[in-house]
């Protein structure tokens, strides 16, 4: 069944980067030259998605602007003769059909995935963490999802093999067996789990295909870690009852959810982009010159 819907969850409070958080979008701070909602959208374009549907809250207008257009800025542009730039702007808006819809009380990933209901209830659809950003030269992670449930049916989730020490920062899927490169049959899920508790190494990355069957469980849900309604928990629900398929990725994910990946992503896309790859080195190697103290 083709996928034609992609919803982003973009309402929660982005309390690891604090301060700027207090007014600024997660979602908006910038990789390199594009905000981090940018490649989950082009990612979802890409994956052959036409709807958009984002959850959003009350400090999120600025991921609404975003895609929106500008006329003011678009006409200055043009008069200047800054075509490229007009271009580039003029795409953005065009990029897909976006609806917003409002999460009124950040009441967890599980919830916002449930207020998309109206839009989705009769169809499966995907669903992009835009923290969790992929890169890669190939097919997009999302079409590799979308291709598995075309082919087998049910939901997918992306899945990551992920260190001893990192297990419990993620919800980490059991395989009950792998069918072919990297597709697992998914049994049981549990939402970050100590290391000797973990069902594998297995661990679920922020990239989904679900069935609409998943409402009902999210509608029926408690709130779970953190006070939150979990999407995690009512995936659990669901594997019981429904094919739930876990895919291997191929290609790159970088974490822009915290500091650290947020940084990291930063620096490793700097080198990779031939004008500001010179950038970067330079700023190191005169930190590795300085004399130590
Ligand atoms: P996270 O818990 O990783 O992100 O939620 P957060 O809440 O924004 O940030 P921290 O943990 O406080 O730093 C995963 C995804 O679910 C969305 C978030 O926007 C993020 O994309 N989310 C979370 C919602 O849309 N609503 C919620 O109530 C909670």
């Not at 969790?132 to 291709?147: A, H, M, T, W």
């Not at 982009?273 to 010159?289: A, S, W, Y």
Request: aromatic content about 6%.
């Amino acid at each position: 069944m083709k996928i034609n819907k992609c919803v982003f969850p973009v309402a929660g409070l982005g309390t690891r980067f604090l301060p700027v958080t207090k007014e600024l979008a997660k979602e908006m701070l910038p990789l390199v030259n594009r905000p981090i909602i940018s490649y989950g959208v082009e990612e979802a374009v890409a994956s052959g998605c036409r709807e958009v549907i984002m959850i959003t809250g009350r400090a999120k207008r600025s991921i609404e602007n975003y895609f929106d257009r500008s006329f003011e800025l678009e006409y200055l542009l043009k008069a200047r003769g800054k075509d490229e730039l007009h271009d580039m702007i003029v795409k953005i808006s065009d990029m897909a059909e976006i609806l917003f819809i409002r999460q009124r009380e950040p009441l967890g990933l599980g919830h916002a995935v449930l207020c998309s209901e109206p839009v989705c209830k009769n169809e499966y659809f995907a669903v992009a963490l835009p923290d969790d950003v992929f890169l890669n030269e190939g097919d997009p992670v999302l079409n590799q999802l979308i291709r598995v449930h075309e082919k087998m049916g049910g939901s997918v989730i992306a899945l990551e093999e992920i260190n001893d020490e990192n297990i419990s920062r993620y919800g980490v899927a059991k395989s009950q067996f792998e069918i072919e490169g990297g597709i697992h049959k998914i049994i049981d899920m549990v939402e970050k789990p100590k290391l000797e508790e973990a069902p594998s190494n297995l661990a679920i990355m922020g990239r989904y295909v679900l069935s609409p069957a998943i409402f009902e469980l999210l509608r029926n849900q408690n709130p779970g870690s953190g006070g939150e309604i979990q999407l995690t928990d009512a995936l659990k629900t669901l594997c019981s009852q429904e094919p739930v398929w876990g895919v291997v990725f191929n290609g790159r994910r970088f974490d822009c959810g915290t500091q650290k990946g947020w940084l990291s992503a930063n620096v490793q896309l700097a080198l990779e982009d031939p004008e500001l790859r010179d950038v970067v080195l330079n700023i190191v190697n005169k930190e590795l010159n300085q004399p130590q103290s």
